[in-house]
């Protein structure tokens, strides 16, 4: 079956070690995301890529990163976790939102822990 | 900025019966979607239902429908025949027509307990 996959499913890193989790997808969808997700919090849009194109939102802080090496697959860097970075971190995709094929199908998280 | 509110944070239903999500938002724009997600216990979120702000008739998927509300930004989603399967965090979300910005917005969820 086509869809998103994440690895690993729960990540455990210690303060300010870099961590990278993974996003691939078998959709070949145009677009990926990657939201925060904080406990009994709403899922919060931190950066996606339309094709090549990266674009960041606002509030973003610089310690997130992310790389697209192809269209499967997209990393989520993040370079000095705090404590304040234990999450639930979900990937999506979308085929093309331009089109209206604006649905996002979703991974199923990588919860991370900061010790 | 776009605001999308879930009110009720907590609900409870028996199976078979009918209940209601609320879902309040808003936006300055006139055409936009919106969407209500569902997230299990432990698995991956999924779409339920998308509505469309330029379509009058009110989404409907099986047992899923939704009250579409223009005019008083209401987007609330009624779970017919509830099933033990439906036990699941549920968010409602805004997107932008406008595609450069294709971000959802989420509200805080309500979390809906089906009892046998």
């Known amino acids: 079956d086509a869809m998103v996959i994440q690895n690993p499913r729960y990540q455990v890193t210690q303060f300010g070690k870099p961590v990278t989790l993974s996003c691939s997808q078998t959709?070949?969808?145009?677009?990926m995301y990657w939201y925060q997700q904080k406990s009994s919090q709403a899922p919060k849009l931190l950066f996606h890529?339309?094709?090549?194109?990266?674009?960041n939102e606002a509030d973003t802080p610089d310690n997130f990163q992310s790389r697209r090496p192809n269209t499967s697959f997209c990393f989520l860097d993040i370079r000095s976790p705090g404590l304040g970075d234990a999450a639930m971190y979900l990937c999506?995709?979308?085929?093309?939102?331009?089109?209206?094929?604006?649905?996002?199908?979703f991974g199923p998280g990588t919860r991370l822990t900061v010790l | 900025a776009q605001t999308v509110t879930q009110s009720q944070p907590e609900m409870s239903v028996q199976e078979a019966e009918t209940v209601t999500l609320s879902c309040t938002y808003d936006?300055?724009?006139?055409?936009?979607?919106l969407f209500w997600y569902k997230q299990p216990p432990s698995r991956q979120m999924i779409l339920v239902i998308r509505?469309?702000?330029?379509?009058?008739q009110n989404a409907t998927e099986n047992r899923f429908s939704v009250n579409f509300q223009k005019a008083a930004k209401s987007f609330s989603l009624k779970i017919s025949d509830s099933q033990l399967g439906d036990t699941a965090m549920y968010f409602c979300?805004?997107?932008?027509?406008?595609?450069?910005?294709?971000?959802?917005?989420f509200g805080t969820g309500t979390r809906l307990q089906v009892f046998p």
């Open positions: 979300a805004f997107m932008s027509f406008d595609y450069n910005t294709d971000k959802l917005i």
């Open positions: 959709l070949n969808h145009n677009v």
């Open positions: 936006t300055s724009e006139n055409n936009y979607y």
């Open positions: 890529y339309y094709d090549k194109d990266f674009n």
């Open positions: 999506a995709t979308s085929r093309d939102p331009a089109g209206g094929q604006n649905e996002q199908f």
């Open positions: 509505q469309e702000a330029y379509k009058q």
